[in-house]
Protein backbone atom coordinates (compact mmCIF):
# COMPACT_ATOMS: atom_id res chain seq x y z
CA UNK A 1 0.00 0.00 0.00
CA UNK A 2 1.37 3.60 -0.86
CA UNK A 3 0.26 5.25 1.87
CA UNK A 4 1.56 9.15 2.68
CA UNK A 5 0.57 10.06 5.93
CA UNK A 6 -1.30 8.04 8.83
CA UNK A 7 -2.97 10.87 11.15
CA UNK A 8 -6.19 9.02 10.10
CA UNK A 9 -4.34 6.68 12.80
CA UNK A 10 -5.44 9.14 15.58
CA UNK A 11 -9.31 9.43 14.71
CA UNK A 12 -8.97 6.06 14.74
CA UNK A 13 -7.18 6.19 18.19
CA UNK A 14 -9.98 8.54 19.57
CA UNK A 15 -12.80 6.40 18.87
CA UNK A 16 -12.02 3.04 19.80
CA UNK A 17 -10.81 4.23 23.16
CA UNK A 18 -13.83 5.96 23.82
CA UNK A 19 -16.24 3.18 22.82
CA UNK A 20 -14.20 0.88 25.12
CA UNK A 21 -13.84 3.25 27.94
CA UNK A 22 -17.78 4.21 27.33
CA UNK A 23 -18.39 -0.61 27.45
CA UNK A 24 -15.76 -0.31 30.68
CA UNK A 25 -18.64 2.03 32.01
CA UNK A 26 -21.16 -0.14 31.38
CA UNK A 27 -19.58 -3.25 32.25
CA UNK A 28 -18.63 -1.82 35.52
CA UNK A 29 -22.01 -0.84 37.12
CA UNK A 30 -23.48 -3.79 35.39
CA UNK A 31 -21.48 -6.84 36.75
CA UNK A 32 -21.81 -6.22 40.20
CA UNK A 33 -25.39 -5.94 39.73
CA UNK A 34 -25.61 -9.28 38.84
CA UNK A 35 -22.81 -10.68 40.81
CA UNK A 36 -24.14 -10.06 43.91
CA UNK A 37 -28.06 -10.86 44.01
CA UNK A 38 -26.47 -14.16 42.43
CA UNK A 39 -23.71 -14.53 45.22
CA UNK A 40 -26.64 -14.20 47.82
CA UNK A 41 -29.43 -16.25 45.84
CA UNK A 42 -27.66 -19.33 44.41
CA UNK A 43 -24.18 -19.21 46.38
CA UNK A 44 -24.80 -22.28 47.56
CA UNK A 45 -20.80 -23.67 47.56
CA UNK A 46 -17.52 -22.06 47.32
CA UNK A 47 -16.93 -22.82 44.11
CA UNK A 48 -20.01 -20.89 42.58
CA UNK A 49 -18.72 -17.56 45.28
CA UNK A 50 -15.34 -17.91 43.99
CA UNK A 51 -16.59 -17.96 40.32
CA UNK A 52 -19.04 -15.09 40.71
CA UNK A 53 -16.68 -12.95 42.95
CA UNK A 54 -13.42 -13.91 39.73
CA UNK A 55 -16.09 -12.27 37.18
CA UNK A 56 -17.23 -9.43 39.38
CA UNK A 57 -13.24 -8.72 40.00
CA UNK A 58 -12.51 -9.15 36.19
CA UNK A 59 -14.73 -6.25 35.55
CA UNK A 60 -13.76 -3.73 38.35
CA UNK A 61 -9.92 -4.07 38.25
CA UNK A 62 -8.79 -6.05 35.24
CA UNK A 63 -10.65 -4.38 32.22
CA UNK A 64 -9.87 -0.90 33.23
CA UNK A 65 -6.49 -2.11 33.24
CA UNK A 66 -6.75 -3.88 29.85
CA UNK A 67 -8.23 0.03 28.77
CA UNK A 68 -4.56 1.29 29.28
CA UNK A 69 -2.75 -1.09 27.45
CA UNK A 70 -4.81 -1.05 24.68
CA UNK A 71 -4.73 3.02 24.48
CA UNK A 72 -0.93 2.29 25.30
CA UNK A 73 -0.71 0.11 22.21
CA UNK A 74 -3.10 1.99 19.93
CA UNK A 75 -0.41 5.23 20.77
CA UNK A 76 2.62 3.41 20.35
CA UNK A 77 1.20 1.55 16.64
CA UNK A 78 0.55 5.32 15.79
CA UNK A 79 3.77 6.67 16.24
CA UNK A 80 5.40 3.31 14.70
CA UNK A 81 3.67 3.77 11.69
CA UNK A 82 4.49 7.63 11.63
CA UNK A 83 7.74 6.81 11.74
CA UNK A 84 8.11 4.30 9.06
CA UNK A 85 5.67 6.19 6.67
CA UNK A 86 7.86 8.21 4.15
CA UNK A 87 6.28 11.72 3.83
CA UNK A 88 7.02 14.62 2.04
CA UNK A 89 6.41 18.48 3.94
CA UNK A 90 4.22 18.84 1.21
CA UNK A 91 1.33 17.21 3.18
CA UNK A 92 1.89 19.21 6.50
CA UNK A 93 -1.30 21.08 5.81
CA UNK A 94 -3.82 17.95 5.11
CA UNK A 95 -2.20 16.06 8.78
CA UNK A 96 -2.67 19.37 10.37
CA UNK A 97 -6.67 19.67 8.68
CA UNK A 98 -7.06 15.97 9.57
CA UNK A 99 -5.64 16.97 12.80
CA UNK A 100 -8.50 19.43 13.28
CA UNK A 101 -10.91 16.50 12.15
CA UNK A 102 -10.04 14.42 15.33
CA UNK A 103 -10.33 17.12 17.38
CA UNK A 104 -13.52 18.33 16.41
CA UNK A 105 -14.16 14.58 16.27
CA UNK A 106 -12.92 14.03 20.31
CA UNK A 107 -15.11 16.96 21.68
CA UNK A 108 -18.62 15.00 21.28
CA UNK A 109 -16.56 11.96 22.35
CA UNK A 110 -15.99 13.46 25.70
CA UNK A 111 -19.08 15.15 26.02
CA UNK A 112 -20.88 11.99 25.68
CA UNK A 113 -18.70 9.89 28.15
CA UNK A 114 -18.95 12.99 30.41
CA UNK A 115 -22.95 12.73 30.48
CA UNK A 116 -22.74 9.02 30.96
CA UNK A 117 -20.21 9.59 33.96
CA UNK A 118 -22.50 12.25 35.75
CA UNK A 119 -25.69 10.06 35.38
CA UNK A 120 -26.71 8.84 38.82
CA UNK A 121 -26.71 5.46 37.62
CA UNK A 122 -22.98 5.46 36.64
CA UNK A 123 -21.21 8.02 38.58
CA UNK A 124 -20.21 5.83 41.35
CA UNK A 125 -18.33 3.43 38.27
CA UNK A 126 -17.11 6.27 36.75
CA UNK A 127 -15.65 7.91 39.96
CA UNK A 128 -13.81 4.37 40.41
CA UNK A 129 -12.53 4.63 36.85
CA UNK A 130 -10.70 7.47 38.11
CA UNK A 131 -7.56 8.09 35.17
CA UNK A 132 -10.12 6.69 32.21
CA UNK A 133 -12.12 9.65 33.16
CA UNK A 134 -10.10 11.82 32.83
CA UNK A 135 -8.65 11.00 29.50
CA UNK A 136 -11.85 11.34 28.31
CA UNK A 137 -12.81 14.08 29.87
CA UNK A 138 -9.76 15.66 28.41
CA UNK A 139 -10.03 14.11 25.30
CA UNK A 140 -10.05 17.05 22.80
CA UNK A 141 -6.72 18.27 24.41
CA UNK A 142 -5.05 14.47 24.64
CA UNK A 143 -5.93 14.22 21.12
CA UNK A 144 -4.32 17.44 20.59
CA UNK A 145 -1.13 16.16 21.96
CA UNK A 146 -1.00 12.92 20.61
CA UNK A 147 -1.22 14.25 16.67
CA UNK A 148 1.36 17.01 17.60
CA UNK A 149 3.74 14.21 18.58
CA UNK A 150 2.20 11.89 15.48
CA UNK A 151 3.17 15.14 13.25
CA UNK A 152 6.26 15.80 14.67
CA UNK A 153 7.33 12.43 14.44
CA UNK A 154 6.06 12.30 11.07
CA UNK A 155 7.79 15.08 9.31
CA UNK A 156 10.93 15.39 11.28
CA UNK A 157 12.24 12.23 11.18
CA UNK A 158 15.59 11.63 9.66
CA UNK A 159 16.48 10.03 6.09
CA UNK A 160 12.39 10.73 4.99
CA UNK A 161 11.34 7.49 6.93
CA UNK A 162 13.67 5.07 5.04
CA UNK A 163 12.43 1.28 6.19
CA UNK A 164 15.76 -0.39 4.62
CA UNK A 165 19.02 0.24 5.96
CA UNK A 166 20.69 -0.13 2.79
Do not use: C
Not at 2 to 21: E, P, Q, Y
Not at 43 to 72: C, D, M, Q, R, Y
Not at 119 to 140: C, D, K, R, W, Y
Request: no cysteine.
Amino acid sequence: MNKRGDLTGVIFLVVSITIFAIFLLIVGYIVPQITNPLVEKIGISEEINNSLNASKSIAENTLPTLWFFVFGGLMLGLLATSFFIRTHPIFVPIFILLLGIAIVVAIPLSNAYESLSENAVLSGTAQEQGMIGFILLNLPLTTFIIGIIALVITFAKPGGGQTSLG
